[in-house]
């Protein structure tokens, strides 16, 4: 691999910079759901917990310690409060009986978390898990013609909520 200098700016061949940037940056997971129609909700989260980031009852939580990112490519449905289409950030809220999804039009990085920019919530039902997840894991199930049933599973809890098509 050869360097390139142009005065007394340094660039790296791109495959190497890339490869640094990789390497630096925590890595991502992206879970999906294709509704009947072809369109499809997809949502990217970071799923590494640290312990000082484990989720507290009634204390904002996102894995990773930063936010979920939402694609929806069709307008939604959750917990009765319509999400149009577009990108948004989303935050859990775990409960000692149940789980709040809190969906945030705010998506400007580094941003912090305002209420005021909510713009849907959905109560979260939980269930115990036989073994414990170290890390969180987030994923679909399509269970019906217009309907996902998002699940994320962190500790000995998994938690889920549907998003309905509109």
């Not at 898990?129 to 699940?151: N, Q, T, V, W, Y």
Request: aromatic share 8%.
């Amino acid at each position: 691999m050869r360097a390139l200098v142009f005065g007394s700016i340094l660039l790296l061949p791109i495959t190497l910079a890339a490869t640094a940037l990789a390497q630096s940056a925590p890595e991502s997971q992206t879970a999906y759901c294709n509704f009947d129609d072809g369109t499809q909700i997809t949502v990217e989260y970071n799923p590494t917990v640290a312990k000082n980031d484990e989720p507290r009852n009634g204390k904002l939580w996102t894995p990773g310690g930063t936010p979920m990112v939402l694609f929806a490519q069709t307008a939604l449905i959750l917990g009765g409060s319509p999400i149009p289409t577009g990108g948004y950030h989303m935050f859990v809220i775990p409960g000692r009986n149940n789980w709040t999804l809190v969906v945030n039009k705010n998506v400007t990085a580094g941003s912090k978390y305002d209420e005021k920019d909510n713009i849907a919530k959905g109560q979260m039902d939980i269930g115990s898990l036989g073994e414990a997840e170290k890390d969180a894991r987030i994923s679909f199930a399509h269970s019906g013609p217009k309907l996902c049933s998002m699940r994320i599973d962190h500790g000995k809890t998994g938690a889920f909520v549907d998003f309905k098509e509109q």
